[in-house]
């Protein structure tokens, strides 16, 4: 059994042993692509229910003489035995129910799912509708947003890996939150997300005819990420807050980009005084850039990164502050946060394996 | 010189000989289409300065064979004395130093700039940074929305074809302002645009590279269409509202979805209660859909027609009503309008030339 | 029983009963787009065996109000005494499974599957891989493409609507065969679908992520559709052909290009010579155009529209002919020569409902 | 003055210092952002005439913090001085015209545009329609691309890098040609761009409005890129070949798919007897990779990436082979080919900086 805590990776020919379970869902391949060129890790298996036995490769083609590694049926003994971390991309539900046996197995596990995000069970289960298989387990799992969390993820067994539009959201808000100059009574946020973020699968609904040329809300208002937003956000605050949460569909596949509203406590701040609130709230964060006043961040300026952009406008006729934010949902948004909380775990150094620059293209 | 005012079109063979100025731009090539197949219309002038000399169809070969006609470089008189209505698709600036001809010659006027969407001049010239050419003929304009002002459009020389984000965002709240049920302090406007809402023009920022598999906002809570959206709902209300204004720009061609936010004045509303509410005031209208409880519109629904698509959603744990609406910018947004203001303005039934369902795929 | 052959709709309030098996898909929906705003139909009777209990419009949510119309189970003899004429929308094998009940009945049938497209079932059964259920019907059956087999259509109980590759690629070629000009040998057609040609179906291949921003060939030199152009283009020219057809799939949701390549017979023929000749072939076709010399089509000429867009160039280097063809796969390639079919079935001027223009953005 | 021959790189801390001309051009930033990855290479200037003196992330913001360098207008002099090579991606012309200041100044260039991929000049200047700038560079200049002539480029000082259509036709179709299993003159090329081929401008053609839900042939059997593949497989024959090759513009931003058919020599010739000939042909070739009998490239197995994917098929019904080949434009087909030229050229492993996986979504 490995011992938890400790900090590996000092020495320079160390390599994370890393397992994936639904490596062929878009967050799976994904994660795949980057660990496939971190040079830290090693990936042991890769696990796949409903492809095992053919290769990543066979899968996406694209991974042709790059990646041509079998895919597995699950096999806990067996990974655990070979991995010192397990990502599991695997649907909520089905993650806490084989999540403790690696955790039994002193193997850490970073989850995707929304089955750790939760610190009270009666919350996730109200939101997601099914029972949690090992309520057990959301006390010792640390929600992994990287930049607000990084000293609790460090020693942890467990983390819950955030949601994407999650993500987007809470960053978004962070601060003004923080500081207390928004009336947190009055948060409204309009997400819209790619649609690799409703996952790999054969649906009509994100048929590309169903979904190219078209715009749409759907779950306004009932979208399960508001309460993981709501937790953490009243985390922040130290106060409950509540607030309204609505998704759309983009006709691109990757992206999401979150227009979050609120009032503000005082009528005489300016767009550049929050700006700079923000510049030193995230001010030794890599991954968050704060734009200068006058600009905001488009999708195309983090796609394929682990970056988060965030633009922001004083409404003044308003009193009202608009915070733009947008991260790409299978980077920032899973896979890359996701080894950003490996590489936090293990101990070297957070960028490792996600510091590519954007494709704008 | 034709009197204004009177009913045309009782006799069967009556046609409204219309003309068109900038008649190759995304809006006026749509107008085109509508006209060309409107059964009481006659198209007699196409007037492009930049094609004036071209057939129509060289500068959109989708017309080959069904509409040949020349194009033409401007000239007021002649325009002027072979037509009955003139819609005049130019910048702004240019429309009002054009239309007043028009109107002394005695000929109706469409205009789908902002010139003359104002009653007051001063408001005009600080959104739009010009000086106004002909403030006079402000009050002699109508605002054709046409579902709220129908009435005072019928006799009117000059209309004021609206914005298509303006005519989105007020069909979207109208009926909540007028039936008081919101807190007009509250209104939030977040719409996405498609990319022929920018207009047909060479510009890199609308180049196929920069827009698809990207999305963006701009010109938050300073885009023109706010005031315009302002000076409606005010009216409607009878007190002065100020609201937020957040445009985006969607990777596709046509429509626009608006998603509203506002406050509910009472926390006992449900969204039965105010789609009945919604259903109500729109009740006698051709053009505009009210969906059932769990129905949201997309664009999709209503790709190059008429309709106004409107959904609602009461956010109960935070007392707030959210209003999605959709709209083709360039038909209820821009050309369908025009030629329902038309209908009206000549007496035809008003669903005339615009009644096709919507293309789905 | 109805007597097939006689003309119908000699007095204006006629209106031909029809019926759509299949009216949920893609083809069968744009059928029904077109059949409600056809002047001389009265839609009786929309079959769709996964929808029947629900309206239209709840499949469909664009015909709201506009059609909403219930979809119903399958019952040929109700649909036989209430119908003049029935679309059959539906797979391969389905339909010729059903399609001789129709034909019992008296009822004329528009078929759009491949079943009745053959001479020869073998060629048929060898193509699709199946039985066909009532082979006595292919002598009975004509072979739809209207601009070709006009007069043989006209009198006939069962009308084999072409495929939508079919259509693009017999019209892009049938002068050049006809008048003899090109080796027969040597054709290649390259052509390129937008992704409704694959139907509505939940599927992965077809889902938005995997077919934006992406392009591929698929079924090259084994398509279903190689044999039946081969067929008609042999009938044309009286002698035996064989073809190489290349599929494509392109990311875009509506229009066929085909771009067909044959070896000249002789070195002196200029573009423009063989414009002439394609112009004087289909001289009197409405819905076919040549491009003059210098010019192209492109999808968006055609878009949404009956229109089959035609434009040559000779490589005067290699005396290579290439023609380039256009249309919508779910007009022309389908619902839309289908109500072309059944216009000059019932007697009705062809282009009566589909004569609307391209739509272009 | 360096001189060119010699094996750099030998030390660990060596870096080839860089310059970029037209840094913020489509290729130019692909080039920047392969460059700014690559461990051997220091970035020294980036020259943009437009652009100069803002940073090349104000250009490009999703460089934002990563490369906020200074763009410059141009100083042969200082730029020469500073350099180990200079990238040239300017419009044809503009680098025939600096070029020779650059070899002077003993500085290697690998020049984008189609100045320098000529053996003769005339051939330049019919099929570009402009005089050279500098003909006596001709012979002194290599072709690049990098398969099929990696020992010419190794001592060169000049690089024409191939054009994108070029590099995917050449690529698919040497090894038939070099082998004598075609007719050589039978050959057909039916290429697909995305719009990013046609670079970054405004300009109405390349619009997201007039390309999206569009596809077009254009320049057909008249594209400037006809004469540089016939040149090469020319070469590669022994044998003087004209082809046929037409472009088409797809819906999408990277990649090209070329669709070749040419007629077998023999008729006994199986799919995959002509595969393992590929096979063989490219055995070493880390970029290229040959698909296996029944699967074909797609645009999406390669994007972003410097791989070349190919499929084959033989059509036995008609003797003919069909070659499928597709690359990213922007990377094998422009920036990832110049740096893979550039490791050639300074002794480095040529995989590079150019090894990353192809991203799927």
Aim: hydrophobic share 40%.
């Amino acid at each position: 059994m490995h011992s938890v805590g400790i900090i590996y990776c000092s020495g320079v020919d160390f390599l994370i042993r890393a397992s994936v379970l639904g490596a062929t869902g878009y967050a799976g391949e994904e994660l795949v692509r980057i660990l496939a060129a971190h040079p830290k890790v090693k990936i042991v298996h890769l696990i796949s229910k409903s492809y095992a036995g053919e290769a990543f490769s066979d899968v996406y083609q694209s991974f042709t003489n790059i990646l041509d590694i079998k895919l597995e049926d699950i096999d806990v003994e067996r990974i655990s035995k070979d991995s010192d971390v397990v990502f599991t991309a695997l649907p909520h539900g089905a993650c806490s129910a084989i999540v403790p046996k690696f955790i039994e197995a002193g193997v850490r596990v970073i989850d995707f799912s929304g089955d750790y995000r939760y610190t009270d069970k009666d919350i996730y289960e109200k939101w997601y509708g099914i029972k949690h298989n090992s309520p057990h387990l959301l006390k010792k799992a640390v929600y992994g947003l990287c930049e607000l969390n990084r000293k609790e993820i460090a020693g942890k067994a467990l983390v819950a890996n955030p949601g994407c539009y999650t993500t987007c959201s809470i960053l978004a808000l962070a601060p003004a939150v923080a500081e207390k100059i928004i009336d947190t009574s009055s948060i409204i946020i309009d997400a819209k997300s790619g649609v690799t973020g409703a996952g790999r699968s054969a649906s009509l609904d994100f048929s590309f005819c169903e979904c190219a040329e078209n715009m749409k809300a759907y779950k306004v208002a009932e979208h399960r990420h508001t309460s993981e937003i709501e937790q953490q956000l009243s985390m922040i605050a130290n106060e409950e807050i509540t607030l309204t949460f609505s998704p759309h569909l983009m006709p691109l596949k990757r992206g999401i980009i979150a227009t979050c509203y609120a009032n503000l406590k005082d009528t005489r701040y300016s767009t550049q005084e929050i700006i700079e609130i923000y510049k030193d709230f995230y001010k030794n964060e890599r991954f968050i850039r704060i734009y200068p006043n006058g600009r905001l961040p488009e999708i195309k300026y983090i796609t394929s990164s682990n970056y988060t952009d965030i633009g922001l406008k004083v409404d003044g006729r308003n009193c009202r502050l608009i915070v733009v934010c947008c991260l790409d949902n299978l980077v920032k948004g899973a896979a890359g946060q996701a080894v950003q909380n490996m590489n936090i775990l293990f101990g070297i150094a957070e960028e490792t394996g996600i510091d590519s620059p954007p494709i704008y293209l």
